[in-house]
């Protein structure tokens, strides 16, 4: 599969409808190690005067230590046809299970991150900012009840990471 850059100022569509009904995944990694995992809650927008966008990982992940250990992440956007790879790298972990070779995902490599050539959107970002969200940043009462009190999120809080947007590719 071939992509071709375009501005983001160019693009239109729904972020909300994309990012929290559609789903991408965050990766990060290298040729060498890299690692992917499904994500609903993010952001697109505007930060430090760039184009930029937000994903929020929580502690136990393991693709948290990769987006960590460098530089870059991105955030790749897929058709239906490709629901059920997301489903799957939303529920195993990547240390215990090679996910992305059986989800079917081919890693490709664009500057400093791995992205998937199956993607029909991918923002390359470059890390520009990591901050975790400890419960005494919470302002909502009810946030740490209802996301951070129960069984495997027990306190397992988020980091957010804001990455400018280096390119976007868009399959052709
Ligand atoms: C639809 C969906 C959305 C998810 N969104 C997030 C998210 O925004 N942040 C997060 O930390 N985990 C999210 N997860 C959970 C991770 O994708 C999941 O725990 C994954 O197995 C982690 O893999 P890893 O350990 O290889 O990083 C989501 C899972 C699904 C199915």
Not at 47 to 52: E, H, I, M, V
Not at 64 to 86: I, P, Q, W, Y
Not at 90 to 113: H, N
Not at 115 to 124: G, L, R, S
Request: hydrophobic content about 40%; some cysteine; proline content about 4%.
């Amino acid at each position: 599969m071939s992509f071709h850059e375009v501005p983001a100022e160019s693009l239109s569509f729904n972020p909300f409808e994309k990012i929290s009904k559609e789903w991408m995944l965050v990766t990060a990694g290298t040729p060498a190690a890299a690692n992917t995992m499904t994500a609903s809650w993010g952001a697109l927008g505007v930060w430090w005067g760039k184009p930029a966008a937000t994903c929020y990982i929580r502690e136990t992940r393991y693709t948290k230590e990769f987006v960590d250990a460098n530089d870059c992440f991105t955030l790749s956007f897929f058709g239906d046809g490709c629901r059920d790879a997301l489903k799957l790298c939303g529920s195993v972990s990547g240390r215990d299970r090679d996910k992305i070779a059986e989800a079917g995902l081919t890693l490709a490599f664009e500057g400093c991150a791995p992205y998937f050539e199956e993607a029909q959107m991918v923002f390359v970002c470059r890390k520009a900012l990591a901050l975790p969200m400890p419960k005494e940043s919470f302002v909502d009462a009810d946030a740490y009840e209802n996301w951070y009190s129960k069984g495997a999120y027990a306190d397992n809080f988020h980091t957010m990471y804001i990455g400018t947007i280096e390119k976007v590719l868009v399959r052709d």
